[in-house]
């Protein structure tokens, strides 16, 4: 059986890949250690035959050489890292160790121990920053935060040592995406999450901060699917993954609510806490490349993604008010 080893796969993109692989591959999952559990995402596959996870953290070189030395994997999927964009501002350094870094300690303990293994690493659109859309492969790349230019100096080193050392090592840049499973800190989840709590009388107001930002909001699975081709092509190279047009965080809201019923403009508060350094205003992807050299086809619309998010914290919200109502009459 073949095998992969999966950084950050208790996270959103590697809790689906995990899922995805575990009947078909042996999995290696690097998971942090943390004082409550983080396995909320992979409980449901914890006790897998075919999952081994350890602890480990991606800033730890001689963790992720012995990790590696160890499984000497078919496969490697880098999807751990530092992934809030605002957050990077509070802890640059952190940033640049883990996501950059990190990717030093991944590659360089597969140059030595396993260099058969295909690497992954998750780039980002955030890498273009400042740069008009669409972007693609050939967009200048403008990055407007820690986390963006950790990520261009992994995607370089990624460069570097596919061409250098002849690894198979490859950067998808993917664009935004989401899932029932992303997490409310992201605006995505925090809009569906606060429209449903509304909602279900759990709270009264939504406090966000730039409403004026534009993404493309895409379903992990597409991602995943793109992810995929790029570690089984013919030869390693760096794509572009995305599809769905971009649209503002206000139209965003504009649409979660009303499919609830709601005018978000009754409920949506601005507050400058929210706001970063800096902002990057236009976010879109050109996916021409992986879509004719690998035969990429996204399936999911922005509609499909909001409503499987909104149902989700539907569900949720709907627990939470049977939960508050059960405290209520034990009293
Ligand atoms: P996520 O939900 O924030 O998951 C990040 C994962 O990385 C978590 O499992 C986290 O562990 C782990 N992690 C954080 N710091 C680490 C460290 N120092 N060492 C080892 N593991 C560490 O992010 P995601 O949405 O799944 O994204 C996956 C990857 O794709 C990330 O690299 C992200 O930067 C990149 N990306 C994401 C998007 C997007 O829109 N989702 C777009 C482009 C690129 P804990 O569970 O313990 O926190
Ligand atoms: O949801 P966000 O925090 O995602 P952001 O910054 O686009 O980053 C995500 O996508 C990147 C790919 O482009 C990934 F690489 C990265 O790991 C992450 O997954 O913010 C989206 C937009 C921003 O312009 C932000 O300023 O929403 C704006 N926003 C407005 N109010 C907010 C809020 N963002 C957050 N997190 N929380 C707010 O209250």
């Not at 073949?2 to 575990?22: D, P």
């Not at 035959?49 to 030395?69: K, R, V």
């Not at 955030?126 to 950790?150: D, H, L, R």
């Not at 030869?235 to 206000?250: A, L």
Request: charged share 25%.
């Amino acid at each position: 059986m073949k095998t992969v080893c999966i950084t950050g796969c208790t996270g959103q993109t590697g809790s689906y890949l995990c899922e995805r692989l575990l009947n078909d591959y042996k999995v290696y999952g690097l998971m942090r250690k943390s004082s409550s559990f983080n396995t909320e995402r992979i409980n449901h596959i914890f006790n897998h035959p075919n999952l081994e996870l350890m602890y480990g953290d991606l800033t730890d070189g001689s963790n992720i050489t012995n990790w590696i030395a160890k499984c000497k994997p078919d496969y490697f999927f880098n999807l751990g890292a530092l992934s809030h964009v605002k957050v990077s501002f509070d802890q640059p350094l952190y940033t640049l160790n883990a996501d950059a870094g990190g990717v030093i300690n991944c590659l360089e303990a597969i140059r030595l121990h396993s260099p058969n293994t295909r690497f992954l690493h998750a780039g980002t659109s955030e890498q273009f920053g400042s740069s008009s859309p669409p972007q693609s492969e050939k967009t200048e790349m403008a990055p407007q935060s820690p986390y963006g230019v950790s990520k261009l100096a992994a995607y370089w080193l990624v460069r570097n040592y596919r061409e250098g050392y002849g690894l198979f090592a490859c950067s998808s840049i993917s664009f935004n995406h989401e899932s029932k499973k992303r997490s409310p800190t992201f605006v995505t989840g925090k809009i569906c999450r606060g429209a449903a709590r509304i909602k279900c009388g759990l709270q009264n107001e939504l406090v966000l901060g730039n409403l004026k930002a534009k993404r493309s909001w895409n379903h992990v699975s597409d991602i995943i699917d793109g992810m995929l081709l790029m570690i089984n092509a013919e030869k390693p190279d760096d794509y572009v993954i995305g599809s769905n047009k971009m649209i503002s965080v206000e139209e965003f809201a504009e649409k979660v609510f009303s499919k609830l019923g709601m005018d978000w403009k009754d409920y949506v508060k601005v507050s400058e806490k929210y706001f970063r350094p800096n902002e990057v205003p236009n976010l879109e992807p050109d996916s021409t490349k992986i879509r004719t050299e690998l035969g990429w086809t996204p399936k999911y619309s922005l509609d499909d993604i909001i409503n499987e998010m909104l149902d989700e914290h539907m569900r949720l919200a709907k627990q939470e008010v049977l939960l508050k109502e059960e405290k209520l009459d034990e009293r």
